[in-house]
Nanobody, 123 residues
Framework: QVQFVESGGGLVQSGGSLRLSCAAS????????MGWFRQAPGKERENVAS????????YYDDSVKGRFTISRDNTKNTVYLQMDRLKSEDTAVYYC????????????????WGQGTQVTVSS
């Protein structure tokens, strides 16, 4: 069955950095684009970054562009999110999933979600 296990979150001061990891299983990881999503309290889940199956064509939401970097290791079935210059508005639970995306559209590929990893940025 499809499974996503996110890790690496924590409490960090504004301006700090974190690196999130997501280990995926149950589907042919190297055939799929992958995305990072976040959900803040009272808000809908949003796609913040995505990366093509081969590690190319990265997409970033305007709110994180220039601060976050998405990458993947297909030998480890893992996708990463390096988050630098964190802001209080980045506080959320972060999730990953397989995704189909363009610059203006995305579609999550699986209904299964992991437990997410909490990122809290203190100002």
């Amino acid at each position: 069955q499809v499974q996503f296990v996110e890790s690496g979150g924590g409490l960090v001061q504004s301006g700090g950095s974190l690196r999130l990891s997501c280990a995926a299983s149950g589907f042919p990881f190297s055939d799929y684009a992958m995305g990072w999503f976040r959900q803040a309290p009272g808000k809908e889940r949003e796609n913040v970054a995505s990366i093509a199956y081969n590690g190319g064509n990265p997409y970033y939401d305007d709110s994180v562009k220039g601060r976050f970097t998405i990458s993947r290791d297909n030998t480890k079935n893992t996708v990463y999110l390096q988050m630098d210059r964190l802001k209080s508005e980045d506080t959320a639970v972060y999730y990953c999933n397989a995704v189909h995306y363009t610059s203006t559209y995305y579609s999550v590929q699986y209904n299964d979600w992991g437990q997410g990893t909490q990122v809290t940025v203190s100002s």
